[in-house]
């Protein structure tokens, strides 16, 4: 139930026509978890925060350094040397203690995947390396959570929103470890332009409205301000979900 | 010939086109001609066609107007029209900030 304080809180979007009190009380029984505490994941988080999503798990294994500071806006230079997982749970819980906020500061690998993602509504992607989203990517369509993949390099960015058994899995768009270069050039807006589009898609699969970017990957560039959408397709023997995957 | 260009490349391409549309020569410029226009403009950078095979580099995508490039019947081969949009992007940015 939507307390008096939820209500006031959350007033400007349950004003949204097709949101309304219902849409809040479908976030306020969500769980979202957010893969990452770095430059998506901090602005993603802040946004399901104060959007009022009723359960964020934040996970990340890294300690706060300087040269995170440009962009991973949930850790400041008091900071430095913390948990990033403690350190952005600790900022969410002060924008809006109403809900409640799960640190992990652990990694994701094949033997918690599974552990720490079970039951959840959504999880968002917001890790730096193609192995651990390759983990997030078979256990979300295992289980059949909804994925919502975004990934930055300079001003550029990339967003596609993943649901298990109807659009194609990030191993249908990269079957292959794509070449990665760490570290690699980023300003903060890049990635906190994908965190927002990401955390949109939440919003919207959670309480049930609006369109998708489902069989789609939109491209955005901020150093041109160029924007595009790309249709996307299934592969009919996708190791993870297709007929040459587990599901 | 303008043509619109769209481009998400790790590579910075204002420095090579100040504008956001290339004017092409010819009576006739094929798509092919437009992406052999930004190899050569940003020194070979932006690699869109493999030498060997003049194909797509698989690193890449290439839309015309919305539509993939492998789709189109002419390919490559397909002739552009003055206002075609041209999208020439790398396929993965996979950094997490
Ligand atoms: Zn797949």
């Known amino acids: ?247 | 010939m303008k043509i619109r260009l769209k481009s998400f490349f790790h590579f910075d391409i204002t420095r090579v086109f100040d504008q956001n549309q290339i004017d092409l020569a010819g009576e006739r410029p094929t798509l092919r001609a437009l992406l052999q226009e930004v190899i050569q403009k940003s020194d070979g950078r932006i690699q869109v066609i493999e030498p060997e095979t003049g194909y797509i580099d698989t690193e890449y995508f290439v839309l015309l107007n919305g539509r993939e490039s492998q789709a189109l019947p002419q390919g490559l081969e397909t002739e552009l029209h003055d206002g075609d949009e041209v999208g020439i992007g790398m396929m993965h940015f996979w950094g997490g900030g």
């Open chain 1, 1 to 247: 139930m939507l307390t008096r304080d939820d209500l006031e809180r959350y007033d400007r979007q349950i004003r949204y026509e097709g949101f309304g009190e219902e849409g809040q009380q479908k976030l306020k029984s969500s769980h979202v978890i957010v893969a990452g505490a770095g430059g998506i994941g901090c602005p993603a988080s802040m946004y399901l925060a104060c959007t009022g999503v009723g359960r964020i798990t934040i996970i990340d294994s890294e300690l706060v350094e300087l040269s995170n500071l440009n962009r991973q806006v949930l850790h400041w230079d008091e900071d430095i040397g913390q948990k990033k997982a403690v350190s952005a749970a600790r900022k969410l819980r002060s924008l809006n203690p109403s809900i409640r906020v799960v640190p992990i500061a652990a990694q994701i690998t094949e033997t918690n995947a599974r552990d720490i993602i079970n039951g959840a509504s959504v999880v968002v992607d917001a890790m730096d390396n193609f192995e651990t989203r390759a983990i997030l990517n078979r256990v979300c369509v295992a289980e059949g959570i909804p994925f919502i993949h975004g990934g930055v390099w300079g001003l550029c960015g990339q967003v596609t929103t993943i649901i298990p058994g109807k659009t194609p899995c990030l191993a249908c768009l990269y079957p292959q470890k794509p070449e990665e270069q760490t570290p690699f050039p980023v300003f903060g807006v890049a990635p906190a332009m994908v965190a927002v589009i990401q955390a949109t898609e939440a919003i919207k699969i959670i309480a049930g409205f609006g369109r998708l970017l489902t069989g789609q990957m939109l491209y955005v560039n901020l150093a041109t301000m160029d924007f595009c959408l790309r249709e996307v397709a299934r592969k009919p023997d996708c190791e993870v979900c297709g007929s040459r995957g587990n599901k």
